[in-house]
C-alpha cells in the first residue's frame, strides 16, 4: 500500500512535520479545520482501525500519547483539544492508513457528552 501518508513517512513528498518518533509522525494537515490541525499517524501500515490486531492495542495508544504530549509541549493542553479517528467511507476516511486528528486552538462545538 502506498498512500499519501507513506509518501510522507518516506520523505517522497514534502510536509509540515511537527513530531516524529520510532513508532509515530505527525504533520499539519494541508485542509485544517481548526487553527490547530495535526495528524498523527503510524509508521506500521493498517488501512482502518478494523485492520489493527486485537493484540496490538499499543499502534493506537502511541497515537493518542503522541497528542497529548504534543498539546503540552505547545501549551495548549489546558485549554483543551479534541482528537478524532475516522474509519472507512462512512466514518470519514478519506486516506486509507489510519491517523489520529488532533483539533485545537479555538473552542469547539460541543459532540456528545
Known amino acids: 500500500m502506498s498512500t499519501i501518508f ?3 513517512i518516506r520523505r517522497e513528498i514534502p510536509a509540515d512535520i ?5 513508532h509515530v509522525i505527525a504533520f499539519r494537515d494541508i485542509a485544517p479545520q481548526a487553527p490547530v ?3 498523527f499517524v503510524p509508521k506500521e501500515t493498517f488501512a482502518t482501525l478494523n ?3 486485537v493484540e496490538c492495542p499499543e499502534v493506537i495508544g502511541r497515537l493518542a500519547v503522541a497528542a497529548a504530549h504534543y ?3 505547545q501549551g ?3 485549554d483543551g483539544y479534541r482528537i478524532v ?3 472507512n467511507g462512512d466514518g470519514g476516511q478519506t486516506v486509507f492508513q489510519i ?3 488532533l483539533l485545537a486552538g479555538a473552542p469547539l462545538g460541543r459532540f456528545g457528552t
Open 85 to 87: 479517528m475516522n474509519c
Open 99 to 101: 491517523h489520529l486528528h
Open 76 to 78: 495548549f493542553d489546558e
Open 51 to 53: 485492520d489493527v490486531p
Open 37 to 39: 490541525h495535526v495528524l
Open 71 to 73: 498539546a503540552k509541549a
Open 6 to 8: 507513506h509518501k510522507i
Open 18 to 22: 511537527v513530531f516524529e518518533d520510532e
